[in-house]
């Protein structure tokens, strides 16, 4: 799944969260958006999955037109998001907040009978835990788990989607060191034809995963390039990596 934004701008009153910002992202690619706090990450993320209309400028999903639709019909053509405050079930398990996940994707469109299904949603379940390194959490309550704990399965819930297109709000916050790699292992092992965008604030990690890496400062984009290019780029390391050498 490809997506493109064409000079998307949003205001708020007489603040520009993003101004003129074009990202082309092609189908399978892994691309991250950096920038100091306040540089419209978050409002892109939020344009991209319908949560807020652009003032001007399109957001288009496969060379189509989306910027009319609502999250829901965007999510129904593939993609899928985190964010930076959870989204579990607080008083669910890790393995019931999967299943709900799981069980919604594959009831769509879906003709399986439901002793099947379910055997079907407890497999996957299964299988999830184990690539995510987290058995031993499947019985626990949501609201019991650690903070690093909580951002890797909100990862794993989005995945469970089948997304064609995942948008990762800062998934690294918060996480141990451990957990960190963990979670870049997991996302480098993601099939080929899931687009990845990803917010992120630890470079290490950007420059781990993402194939080429936009940069905002005060809704601008300024910079658009592969890891290496973007490491050299003087007015990056101005504005966002603490100054030039």
Known sequence: MNLSTNSVTVRFGAVAALQNVNVKVASGERRAVIGPNGAGKTTLFDVITGQRR??????????????????????????????????????????????????????????????????????????????????ALRHRLAWRLGHGERRIVEIELALARDPRLLLLDEPMAGLSG?????????????????????????????????QRVSVLDHGVLIADGTPAEIRANRRVQEVYLGGAD
């Open 54 to 135: 652009p003032t001007s400028g399109k957001v288009l999903i496969d060379d189509a037109d989306v910027t009319g639709f609502t999250v829901w019909r965007r999510a129904r053509l593939g993609l899928a998001r985190t964010f930076q405050r959870s989204t579990l079930f607080a008083n669910l398990t890790v393995a019931e907040n999967l299943a709900i996940a799981i069980r919604s994707r594959l009831k769509v469109g879906s003709r399986i009978w439901p002793g099947r299904l379910e055997r079907e949603v407890g497999a996957e379940v299964s299988s999830r835990l184990e690539m995510a390194r987290l058995p």
């Open 178 to 210: 451990a957990e960190r790699e963990a979670a870049v292992t997991r996302l480098r092992a993601l099939p080929e034809a899931v687009t990845v965008i990803l917010v992120e604030h630890d470079l290490d990690v950007v420059f781990a995963i993402a």
